[in-house]
């Protein structure tokens, strides 16, 4: 992982190179920031920078950043060990999960472009070979894993250079690991660097904030993140602008809305067919349009009623005639020429109340057909208040 590939974020990279360059690199760092902004792809850039790989165009090409680079780019180096958490399926039986256990599945997804891992995609991951009987899916960072920490930092280093501990979530370790962590923080062995990657550092234990060095990241600026649409993804401009402005400094939900493209066509679809039927008050067609999300899954219905939220708040928000506040697709934004006159104070709050109160219902397993028709109901009533 070259500091190339990660998003924006040169403030910090910069900082982490003065570090480098005057011989005043902390035993341990902590990365903290909002989710998707890029910690923890920084983290393994900064690793593996450590560790001898360099940039295509860096005058270094000596055999040993060669060897580095090639166990790196397959995540194996033996002097970077990753601790993450992991849950416990129903086949490990008495045996307490470690971060090796699910090794394989670890190194195939930060080699499938997830340097900005989620840890639902992660939990994904580990439990998608076993069945939804296995296990506790609540993923923590077990008080066995801190062992498995210390012998690997004891080590000697086998390329004579760091010895580097990622932890990612350290905010999940059991009190019993956080206590045994908090040792090995005390007393590192030498040339060992601990690299803690954290979204709620606030979970932490102070004594274990207080033994790190502390790096804040920002959003990613609309900008960046609009040229590595553009670069990775292929998108034209101002298909780019729109998605960076939507995914505001967060690249995993930029590439949410890509991989979401259809569903989120089929929300606006409905949402469009919704507010067009209730303005006519076709009462038999708004029954078809019940049945038709009725028969969605509850988490499906979920997403829908999010995304209505979604297209309320910008259609209101287009009142206003000012670009900034609009994060909105160029068909969305078509649709709301003409509907957003229809969102105004004297309704906003109401529609608001009433998508969040069906979605409540949904989750204490109401009937959805009657949920949705007398949603259905009281937008014809609200759609006309002046």
Request: proline share 3%.
């Amino acid at each position: 992982m070259k500091f190339s590939e990660v998003i924006g974020q040169q403030d910090v990279k910069n900082r982490l190179m003065q570090m480098v360059a005057e011989h005043r690199v902390p035993h341990a760092l902590l990365f903290c920031g909002p989710q998707g902004c890029g910690k923890m792809a920084m983290a393994l850039a900064f690793a593996s920078y450590l560790l001898g790989e360099r940039e295509e165009d860096a005058e270094d090409d000596s055999p040993q950043t060669r060897r580095a680079t090639s166990m790196l780019r397959k995540w194996e180096h033996p002097d970077l060990h990753f601790t993450y958490p992991t849950i416990k399926l129903a086949s490990m039986g008495d045996h307490s999960p470690v971060s090796l256990d699910f090794v394989k599945e670890w190194r195939e997804m930060l080699l499938s472009e997830a340097s900005y891992p989620q840890i639902n995609d992660w939990i994904s991951r580990m439990g998608k070979t076993s069945s939804e009987k296995d296990g506790n899916k609540q993923a923590i960072i077990t008080v066995e894993e801190s062992e498995a920490i210390s012998h690997n930092i004891s080590l000697m280093s086998s390329q004579g250079g760091y010895k580097i501990s990622l932890i990612w979530l350290p905010e999940r370790m059991n009190i019993q690991c956080a206590n045994k962590m908090l040792k090995l923080l005390e007393e590192p062995p030498r040339q060992t660097l601990f690299l803690l990657v954290s979204e709620q550092p606030e979970l932490l234990l102070e004594t274990i904030r207080s033994r790190t060095q502390r790096i804040d990241f920002k959003k990613i600026a609309t900008q960046e993140l609009e040229q590595a649409l553009i670069e990775r993804r292929g998108l034209d401009r101002d298909t780019a602008h729109r998605m960076a402005r939507i995914a505001n400094g967060n690249w995993n939900k930029a590439l949410e809305e890509l991989n979401a493209g259809n569903e989120n066509q089929q929300f606006l679809d409905l949402f469009i067919m919704l507010m067009r039927l209730a303005y006519m008050r076709k009462i038999h067609d708004l029954k078809k349009w019940c049945d038709i999300v009725a028969a969605f899954n509850r988490e499906k219905q979920k997403r829908m009623l999010d995304y209505f939220t979604h297209m309320l708040r910008e259609s209101f928000m287009y009142n206003f005639h000012q670009e900034e506040l609009v994060y909105m697709t160029q068909e969305e934004e078509n649709f709301a020429k003409n509907f957003a006159r229809f969102i105004n104070e004297a309704n906003i709050i109401d529609i608001f109340h009433l998508f969040d109160e069906c979605k409540a219902m949904i989750n204490q397993n109401a009937n959805a057909k009657i949920i949705f028709f007398d949603m259905v109901l009281n937008i014809i009533v609200m759609l006309i208040r002046k």
